[in-house]
């Protein structure tokens, strides 16, 4: 028996508690597990691995991060694919259809263009509801560093659509708040 299988088989029940941290569907949690054992292994194959644990429980994280980042963009794009299958009566006008789906794909550039740890947390918070206790949790984050993170993202995605945006639906906007402000 390699190294890396009698490790694994000694770390696979903490492998699966650690990476609840970053999933929360017990499927994809024993994906990832049977992925780690197999990128792990391979890797041994190729090379002497020093600190066997060490590896399995970084790939599993590298593995479980990549994992969020498929869904969420699984998730922006079954927004875009809801958006475009809208059908005509739904919508205001075309005029205001446009201007949706331009400011929705402001947005989905906006969190892309996140810094990872940011854009991680945002979506976290933002896509899959996560509290900040669970979020600081999973990312091994204080709750101070998830708030600033969650801030940042918020005002970039803010700032990002805002600039964006057509002269004419921030004139929209602007009369919106003039009104609500009189």
């Not at 009698?6 to 990476?19: M, T």
């Amino acid at each position: 028996m390699s190294i890396i299988s009698r490790v694994f088989i000694e770390n696979s029940s903490f492998l699966k508690a650690f990476l609840t941290r970053f999933l929360k569907c017990e499927q994809d949690i024993e994906d990832v597990v049977q992925e780690v054992y197999l990128k792990a292994r391979n890797a041994e194959n190729n090379t002497e691995i020093q600190q066997p644990k060490a590896f399995l429980f970084s790939v599993a994280k590298n593995l479980a991060l990549n994992e969020l980042n498929r869904k969420s963009r699984q998730m922006t794009a079954y927004i875009d694919d809801c958006i475009s299958e809208l059908p005509a009566e739904y919508s205001v006008s075309i005029e205001s259809e446009i201007e949706a789906k331009q400011s929705l794909n402001a947005y989905c550039q906006a969190i892309d263009s996140l810094p990872d740890k940011c854009k991680k947390v945002y979506l976290l918070r933002k896509v899959h509801g996560l509290s900040r206790n669970e979020i600081a949790e999973r990312m091994d984050l204080s709750v101070s560093s998830v708030q600033k993170y969650l801030k940042q993202g918020i005002e970039h995605c803010s700032e990002h659509v805002t600039r964006s945006e057509s002269p004419k639906m921030t004139v929209k906007r602007e009369s919106h708040l003039l009104k609500k402000k009189a």
